[in-house]
């Protein structure tokens, strides 16, 4: 069955949209109305424009052409887009407007982030051990994070689980860790379904807390 003229043309007529530009573009103190104005400027490249003018972007959106030129000064001031010089296939010369250094920014973020949230977990084995970590259980740590692409809230969540357990080591944790690759077990959630899954296998007419995780290891 072939789809409609109209609904083929509509997906054919499309630009690539990276999802973290519209997941993270607040992180970079851009709002809706840059995004649009970004996006419009991908379009309209795509349509051969490479230096569009302020009207021309502007006639696309709700804003007039004043305000679009505000928009892409904040953008350059903080060097989200240059205006920069290619040469075509006949050596032509032409400026365009680019983004690249909008999306530099956006995975300079994710990565403070991760780094972030990794030192936070660190922090976390240290208070739950009520010491400064060994070099060995530093290494391990950042093994389970570079080697086995652990996240840090799963490990934070196996963490959990060794003190619920009363078995607050680094063997132990590393044991659920494992069990929980070998059952495709790769997020928070995963483990809430999965425990609960067993704990009703277990026990369907049982009432248990369900804030207790289950006990991977046991046999």
Same mark, same amino acid.
């Given at each position: 069955m072939e789809l409609p003229f109209s609904y083929q043309r509509l997906l054919t007529e499309q630009i690539n949209i990276p999802s973290k530009l519209l997941n993270d573009y607040n992180e970079l103190g851009l709002n809706e109305e840059d995004i649009i104005v970004i996006l419009q400027i991908m379009n309209l490249q795509k349509l051969g424009e490479l230096l569009p003018s302020f009207d021309l972007i502007a006639s696309h959106m709700t804003i007039n052409a004043n305000e679009v030129a505000n928009v892409l000064k904040k953008l350059r001031n903080n060097n989200f887009l240059q205006i920069e010089q290619i040469t075509d296939e006949q050596n032509?010369?032409?400026?365009?407007?680019?983004?690249?250094?909008?999306?530099?920014?956006?995975? #300079?973020?994710?990565?403070?982030?991760?780094?972030?949230?990794?030192?936070?977990?660190?922090?976390?084995?240290?208070? #739950?051990?009520?010491?400064? /970590?060994?070099?060995?259980?530093?290494?391990?740590?950042?093994?389970?994070?570079?080697?086995? %692409?652990?996240?840090?809230?799963?490990?934070?969540?196996?963490?959990?689980?060794?003190? /619920?357990?009363?078995?607050?080591?680094?063997?132990?944790?590393?044991?659920?860790?494992? #069990?929980?690759?070998?059952?495709?077990?790769?997020?928070?959630?995963?483990?809430?379904?999965?425990?609960? %899954?067993?704990?009703? %296998?277990?026990?369907?007419?049982?009432?248990?807390?369900?804030?207790?995780?289950?006990?991977?290891?046991?046999?």
């Open positions: 032509g010369q032409h400026e365009w407007y680019c983004l690249s250094p909008l999306f530099e920014a956006l995975f #300079e973020v994710e990565q403070k982030s991760i780094q972030e949230e990794e030192g936070k977990l660190f922090q976390l084995f240290e208070q #739950e051990f009520a010491r400064t /970590l060994s070099p060995i259980e530093i290494e391990t740590v950042s093994y389970w994070l570079d080697e086995d %692409q652990f996240k840090p809230p799963l490990i934070k969540a196996a963490v959990r689980e060794a003190v /619920l357990m009363g078995k607050l080591n680094f063997r132990y944790i590393d044991r659920i860790l494992n #069990e929980w690759k070998k059952k495709g077990v790769r997020s928070v959630n995963d483990v809430k379904q999965s425990s609960q %899954q067993k704990q009703n %296998q277990q026990a369907p007419k049982e009432k248990r807390d369900t804030s207790v995780y289950y006990n991977w290891l046991e046999e």
